[in-house]
């Protein structure tokens, strides 16, 4: 077999891009183009060489690829393209030759023939440097705890805000997901169980709802070395949005539409007719109360017979439809020269909600959102040494709901949350309580209820919510390589504004109760049929963000020295609606230095302040240092462990601040209070003045020292790479309320800096990528526990250690031990009586902690065990000639939640409430053995429904959440039509839960708007 060699033949031809457009309006797509101009012309062989195979490597938009490894796959030497992206490798034919570069699929190629042309798919751009705040890191030589991903991983989730699309992908980020309402629906987040500071290219702004497709990379910054520069926000970590900017190259266009549908996740599983009352009368028996329901009544709710006086409404199926449309349209263009680079996107959603709307009306009253997005990142080269940059961003949120108003703000927006009360009535209404219409048509009600389910869905008008927000970035970069070698300045003035309003349309409806005479059916109403109202806006919620920034940096090589150093200026201005301007100022700077990538150490720190502590008292300091060593570099492991590419240790300490502080909380203020006359006849009326919440004058940030150790593990050329990392996080001076405090003074305690918590845990992460032959896979996984337990609470005398929140863990639930159920009288006899309450068998009974013999307030105890919570998240995929899948499951352990409310209990609102099916397994004489619920009682139980350990679900899951599929048709096939590619996927969010509970899901419960189960289908096209 013949040896491989490289023979490039020609000069190198490096091409010249220049600017052909202009930008035209932000709301449709630059059109500039970039060409190459001609230089000399290419030599080429006029002759094959036997055994000698060469050819052109290029993306799918013809760019030639440089640096594209090539060997053949029985041999040892490697071969390079060239800047053109040509190559010779010499090779015999049938042999298989390999072809590999970061970022693209690796292919195999049999060899036939003298020339092979390949054309190369994107699958993940090299992550050779690591975003950190205010620049970029070389990824060798950080020793921060950082974790990214990117927009491959984004794109695959059909999302309304970005961070949903998280849930999983890092280690150390957790999300839970309160509601599915939509607009509405973003997940939480929490950074080593800290919410984290938010930033959208380097600017500290909240913009969650952001289409995938303009990110770049999503960035966590974990430790304080990390998050020193950040001041009084680093305490929580933070979290870096960065989007997407133009490079050197021809024009590229890139559209994507996608449809889907939404089905709720879980709804709770209610009773019919026939069993609600069947058990609605056992609880009255199990009252001492006489039974309401006869065996008529029951045999009608059973057949249906009488639809109208023994109704039997499946309020879910009603009111709700089966699923909802999800649409989403995007289409970006970038490219640019080498004096001008651009990227522009517009995107466009539609997520309708699950609500059935009616034919009557000729308004909305469905819960939809609509939100339309343009951003345009744009860098000019001024000159060689000066560069601009200009970010815009606009979006415009368009949401409608039913007319039940509830207007309040929610996620920084003005928006109406009366769906939930809809979502509250469909939970709580029994089958049985009235018919969804009379005969003639006419909404059923009575006196009980007066509001019709599916007439606050359709009948009582709607809302509007509006909300525009709008941002500009504009810096100004100078390299001074003309000055001194490796310094730049930066110069960066943002502006960042919102508006959101809520017009309510409301009007009222009546409900009829018909009764079967004589003379056929009467009616009685309730209520008054209305018309629409005009409505009023209610602009609530208005937010102005200034910011504005001075940097400069130095980042030189001497020999085997390199030294980074950056330093930061910058002040930030918030104003909310009425409120007086929050100011942060912030100094800032970090020093870094390696010795040949091998010994790696790093300060930082801040001096920051913020305008609503004392004079005085505004500013403090922030230090954090870090030492890394990479192991891997070490001669005596580089030079006979060639597997090992990468082992290294590092660690770093810190103190961070977290500016929790009220509304200039050091001032005593003053607010009328009652009046009273004065003088002769009917006197004059005065106001008396009274004194608030008492003022701290001696307030100031909570902070928190941080530790971090960790291990890079890269092996087998990085193709398996490993990351662990252990935190341990002190957080003290925490803002509370003291205890220990009196009423005696008439007044109410203000906040102070007392408590202390302990953040500690372990962040993994592993990842594999190979290729067999053609068929290229991946495997990464990540998990993160978390312990956080109080340290010191002020708080008011427990005379025992297990009522004390002190040692506990922060989201620690207090109540009462379960021990089962009361059996019969004699169990009752002997057992401890509980304060207040007379037992009767099938009732809870509850552990006597301190043996008085009474249940009371001392057998108080935590319900939760102090184990850290566990979250994880394994994905996993292939590619393989076009076709391409990717996965991730996520999940949660050691978690439990709360179920108690009207969801979990039966017939609340005094007897007018629903009845569920974990009832139907309720304590009887007959199922006393194997019941796991207690007897029922009509209304609120004060023994059974007391808060303990009974009503502790697990909250133990794993979700399938997210899953692709997609095919890309052969670049050949898509040439032929002039584009550059044409990919079809089919994709879905939260496809299946595994959990110990199938009667509700584990983090969206109760009586909310469900979370949403997406099946979604799209095409992608490029040219």
């Given amino acids: 077999m013949m040896k491989p060699y490289l023979k490039v033949k020609g000069r190198h031809v490096y091409g010249k891009f220049l600017l052909k457009g202009l930008m035209m309006a932000m709301f449709f797509p630059i059109s500039l183009s970039a060409q190459t101009n001609k230089g000399s012309?290419?030599?080429?062989?006029?002759?094959?060489?036997?055994?000698?195979?060469?050819?052109?490597?290029?993306?799918?938009?013809?760019?030639?690829?440089?640096?594209?490894?090539?060997?053949?796959?029985?041999?040892?030497?490697?071969?390079?393209?060239?800047?053109?992206?040509?190559?010779?490798?010499?090779?015999?034919?049938?042999?298989?030759?390999?072809?590999?570069?970061?970022?693209?699929?690796?292919?195999?190629?049999?060899?036939?023939?003298?020339?092979?042309?390949?054309?190369?798919?994107?699958?993940?751009?090299?992550?050779?440097?690591?975003?950190?705040?205010?620049?970029?890191?070389?990824?060798?030589?950080?020793?921060?705890?950082?974790?990214?991903?990117?927009?491959?991983?984004?794109?695959?989730?059909?999302?309304?805000?970005?961070?949903?699309?998280?849930?999983?992908?890092?280690s150390g980020l957790t999300t839970l997901q309160s509601t599915g309402i939509p607009g509405l629906d973003a997940a939480e987040f929490s950074l080593r169980g800290q919410n984290p500071t938010i930033l959208i290219n380097g600017v500290p702004r909240d913009v969650s709802s952001i289409d995938p497709e303009e990110i770049e990379s999503v960035t966590v910054l974990k430790d304080a070395l990390a998050t020193a520069m950040l001041g009084l926000r680093g305490s929580g970590g933070a979290i870096m949005i960065t989007t997407k900017k133009g490079e050197v190259g021809k024009q590229k266009i890139a559209f994507t539409a996608q449809t889907g549908l939404q089905t709720p996740i879980r709804l709770p599983k209610t009773l019919d007719a026939f069993n609600y009352a069947t058990l609605y009368n056992e609880a009255l028996n199990n009252d001492g109360k006489p039974a309401i329901y006869t065996p008529a009544d029951l045999e009608a709710y059973r057949t249906g017979s009488d639809p109208m006086g023994h109704p039997n409404v499946d309020w879910y199926k009603e009111v709700m439809r089966n699923n909802a449309p999800f649409t989403r349209y995007n289409l970006s263009t970038s490219g640019g020269g080498n004096n001008a680079r651009y990227f522009v996107a517009v995107d466009y959603l539609d997520q309708q909600g699950l609500l059935k709307t009616s034919d009557k009306n000729t308004y909305n009253t469905n819960s939809d959102f609509k939100r339309y997005i343009v951003r345009t990142n744009i860098d000019v080269d001024l000159n060689k040494n000066l560069t601009l940059n200009l970010n815009l961003f606009g979006r415009i949120e368009n949401g409608n709901a039913p007319g039940t108003s509830f207007i309040g703000a929610f996620g920084g927006r003005t928006v109406n949350l009366g769906i939930n009360t809809i979502f509250n009535a469909l939970a709580t209404t029994p089958n049985s309580a009235y018919p969804l219409f009379n005969p003639d048509g006419s909404l059923g009600g009575n006196k009980d209820f007066q509001n019709n389910v599916y007439g606050l869905s359709t009948q009582a008008g709607y809302t509007l919510s509006y909300m525009r927000e709008m941002s500009a970035d504009l810096s100004l970069k100078r390299t001074m390589d003309d000055l001194v070698k490796g310094l730049w300045i930066k110069g960066l003035v943002t502006f960042n504004t919102n508006l959101s309003e809520a017009t309510s349309r409301g009007k009222t409806f009546a409900v009829y109760q018909g009764t079967n005479g004589p003379s056929g059916i009467t009616y009685q109403r309730f209520g008054t049929d209305g018309t629409i109202s005009a409505g009023n806006s209610a602009n609530t919620n208005q937010y102005k963000n200034f910011y504005s920034e001075f940097s400069a940096g130095y980042d030189r090589s001497f020999g085997d020295h390199h030294v980074h150093a950056l330093a930061s200026a910058n002040v930030q201005n918030i104003s909310i609606y009425s409120d007086l301007p929050l100011t942060y100022n912030t100094l800032a700077g970090t020093l870094s230095y390696d010795y040949k990538e091998k010994y790696l150490a790093e300060v930082a720190m801040s001096y920051s302040g913020l305008n609503r502590y004392p004079d005085g008292k505004s500013y403090g300091l922030f230090p954090a240092v870090g030492l890394g060593w990479n192991i891997a570099k070490e001669g005596f492991i580089a030079d006979h462990v060639k597997w090992l590419n990468t082992l290294k240790l590092r660690s770093t300490y810190g103190r961070t601040g977290n500016a929790n502080v009220g509304y200039f909380v050091y001032n005593q203020y003053f607010a009328d209070g009652a009046g009273y006359y004065f003088g002769p006849g009917s006197g004059t009326f005065v106001y008396s003045v009274g004194d608030q919440t008492l003022a701290n004058p001696n307030v100031t940030w909570e902070k928190a020292d941080k530790f971090n150790l960790g291990v890079d593990v890269g092996l087998f050329n990085d193709k398996l790479t490993l990351t662990a990392e252990y935190y341990n996080n002190k957080f003290f001076d925490l803002m509370q309320t003291r205890g220990k405090s009196t009423s005696i003074i008439g007044n109410t305690y203000p906040l102070e800096n007392i408590g202390t918590t302990r953040y500690k845990g372990i962040d993994l992460t592993a990842s594999y990528r190979n290729h067999v032959n053609n068929f290229n896979y991946f495997l990464s996984g990540n998990v993160t526990s978390n312990n956080k337990i109080i340290e010191y609470q002020d708080e008011v005398f427990r005379e025992y250690d297990w009522m004390k929140r002190t040692g506990q863990r922060t989201d620690q639930t207090f109540g009462y031990l379960a021990n089962g159920f009361y059996q019969n009288a004699a169990d009752i006899a002997n057992s401890p009586k509980t304060v207040g309450y007379i037992p009767i068998p099938g009732d809870l009974k509850y552990k006597d902690l301190n043996n008085d013999g009474i249940i009371n307030q001392f057998d108080v105890t935590g319900l939760k065990n102090n184990k850290p919570m566990i979250y994880y998240g394994l994905s996993f995929g292939f590619d393989y000639k076009g076709f391409d899948f990717s996965a991730l499951l996520q999940g949660a352990a050691n978690r439990t939640v709360y179920m108690g409310g009207p969801t979990q209990w039966e017939f609340q609102n005094e007897g007018k409430g629903q009845a569920f099916e974990q009832h139907l397994n309720r304590w009887t004489p007959e199922t006393a053995a194997t019941a796991t619920y207690p007897r029922l009682s009509i209304?609120?139980?004060?023994?059974?429904?007391?808060?303990?350990?009974?009503?502790?679900?697990?909250?133990?899951?794993?979700?399938?959440?997210?899953?692709?599929?997609?095919?890309?048709?052969?670049?050949?096939?898509?040439?032929?039509?002039?584009?550059?590619?044409?990919?079809?996927?089919?994709?879905?969010?939260?496809?299946?839960t595994f959990s110990d509970s199938k009667d509700y899901d584990p983090e969206t419960f109760g009586v909310s708007y469900p979370a949403q189960r997406i099946v979604n289908a799209g095409i992608t096209i490029k040219l």
């Fill in 939 to 992: 209304g609120a139980n004060p023994n059974n429904q007391m808060t303990s350990s009974f009503w502790l679900r697990s909250g133990n899951y794993m979700r399938l959440k997210n899953l692709e599929v997609g095919y890309s048709l052969p670049q050949r096939l898509a040439a032929k039509v002039k584009l550059a590619s044409i990919r079809v996927f089919a994709n879905g969010m939260n496809l299946y």
């Fill in 41 to 170: 012309k290419e030599t080429k062989n006029s002759t094959d060489i036997p055994g000698v195979v060469k050819g052109k490597l290029t993306n799918i938009y013809g760019e030639p690829l440089f640096g594209v490894n090539i060997r053949s796959k029985t041999g040892e030497t490697v071969v390079s393209s060239d800047n053109k992206g040509e190559y010779s490798l010499m090779i015999d034919s049938g042999e298989v030759a390999i072809f590999s570069l970061k970022g693209y699929l690796t292919q195999e190629v049999s060899i036939s023939g003298n020339k092979l042309n390949l054309v190369f798919t994107e699958s993940e751009k090299p992550q050779l440097s690591v975003y950190r705040l205010y620049d970029t890191q070389k990824k060798a030589t950080s020793i921060l705890s950082t974790e990214s991903v990117y927009t491959r991983d984004l794109i695959s989730s059909p999302v309304t805000a970005i961070n949903n699309a998280l849930t999983g992908r890092m």
